[in-house]
């Protein structure tokens, strides 16, 4: 018996299916985020990163235009088993023959190039207006206190339904469009209500724009704090969450977005009482929203568990969000996205009902027994034959990405 077929065997003994299992995870769909390959930079200016997000580490290799953060992606996803989306962003608009336009003038036009890369991939896009890294993001955004200012957002964020609608149609799959806005202050307002009264009718005012629901899946996600921002974020968890409820679009919940003891997979199964979709930015916050790169830890695989165990896989949107500028950047996409799924196959690969059944009937002590025995089940071999059968690398992708690094990387200047 191979080992897999061992593993099987195993599983079956807890009445868990690797078979069924497999098929599942074959299906799931995640987000991987453009912007670990360029440390969150994008091509539409030379404006450094702001907006109180941050890359540390100056790892040698980073893509310095479309072509490169394409090739990289290639390269990525061709060590990530499965077939997923990509999550762009507007700042990753490619202007060709010196042509240029400002954030409220983008076109679908700007981003041919990344739809013509997914279709002949057979990816899906999702996309986030950028409201940062731009002079006119030097204050607040959306919630802008400059009507000049904050109408130009609005026409940025107007420009990026529309993008998303083209993505939507092109790819013939819905479309996620994230909105996420920095506009903060860092010291303790004398007014808390009005920016958040101005963020309400400035998203009002970008959906009221007519764009196909079915194609164009709007997100709104909340924070806690920003770096700069210390004391009081616009769009906190209570202001997004309340918006969405009301607006009828889709809270995202970033799991570095909340207080370190706070913990995004106790809330999802309230999320899910309440709205029909909810969506995940799924990173690794270190002390503050630090966004590290994502592990096989323990809340990763909660967050999954929660997930799976609630069969909400067709409801909850699964993205990536972190940039780790210190490591190798295809190796961070590649150990992030195979982390979140072998968390998914952990959550699959478990007797879902039998233990529900054990909580429901107060046995607490054979819950635990058994909750730990699987901690040591032979997951690995069920992950190696999925990546196997769905042609990508077992545990030695890494010799692919060494070479990489060697053969294109490394002659970046
Ligand atoms: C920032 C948010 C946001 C960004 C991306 C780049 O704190 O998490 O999602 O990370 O839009
Ligand atoms: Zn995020």
């Not at 194609?215 to 968890?237: D, H, N």
Request: proline share 4%.
């Amino acid at each position: 018996m191979n080992r897999y077929e061992e593993a099987k065997a195993i599983y079956k003994e807890i009445g868990a299916d690797t078979d069924k299992a497999l098929e599942t995870l074959k299906n799931i769909r995640i987000s991987i985020h453009c912007w670990q390959g360029d440390d969150v930079r994008g091509f539409d200016s030379d404006n450094s990163l702001s907006g109180g997000i941050q890359t540390t580490g100056n790892y040698p290799g980073k893509a310095r235009s479309p072509e490169e953060l394409m090739q990289d992606i290639d390269k990525a996803l061709s060590l990530i088993p499965g077939r997923h989306k990509l999550n762009l962003h507007a700042c990753y608009a490619v202007f060709e023959n010196n042509s240029s336009a400002d954030r409220d003038k983008l076109e679908p036009k700007h981003f041919q190039k990344w739809a013509d890369f997914a279709k002949e991939r057979g990816l899906g896009l999702d996309f986030n207006p950028t409201f940062f890294s731009h002079p006119k993001a030097s204050g607040m955004t959306l919630a802008s206190t400059d009507e000049s200012t904050r109408k130009f957002w609005v026409e940025h964020g107007k420009a990026c339904l529309k993008i998303s609608e083209y993505f939507a149609s092109k790819l013939n799959q819905p479309c996620v469009m994230n909105i996420w806005i920095p506009d903060g202050l860092k010291d303790i307002p004398a007014d808390r209500l009005s920016p958040r009264l101005r963020f309400k009718q400035s998203l009002d005012e970008i959906l009221s724009t007519s764009y196909d629901k079915e194609k164009v899946r709007v997100c709104l996600e909340s924070k806690v704090f920003g770096i700069g921002m210390e004391s009081y974020t616009v769009g906190s968890a209570e202001f997004c969450l309340n918006y969405a409820n009301q607006a009828g679009i889709i809270p995202l919940m970033d799991n570095g977005h909340y207080h370190p003891t706070e913990l995004v997979s106790d809330k999802i199964s309230s999320m899910l009482t309440f709205f029909d979709k909810i969506a995940l930015h799924i990173t690794r916050g270190v002390r503050w929203d630090s966004d590290h790169v994502v592990l096989f830890d323990d809340e990763t695989r909660e967050i999954a568990k929660e997930i799976v165990f609630a069969n909400a896989l067709d409801r909850v949107i699964i993205a990536l969000d972190y940039f780790d500028a210190s490591i190798n950047r295809i190796a961070a996409w590649v150990i992030g996205m195979r982390n979140v799924q072998k968390a998914l196959l952990s959550a699959l690969l478990q007797p879902v009902e039998k233990l529900k059944a054990l909580q429901q009937s107060g046995d607490f002590t054979a819950l635990m027994a058994l909750t730990e025995e699987m901690k040591t089940f032979p997951l690995g071999d069920v992950w190696e034959h999925f990546c196997e059968i769905n042609n990508a690398p077992k545990s030695d992708w890494f010799s692919e990405v060494q070479k990489y690094e060697r053969d294109v990387l490394k002659l970046r200047g």
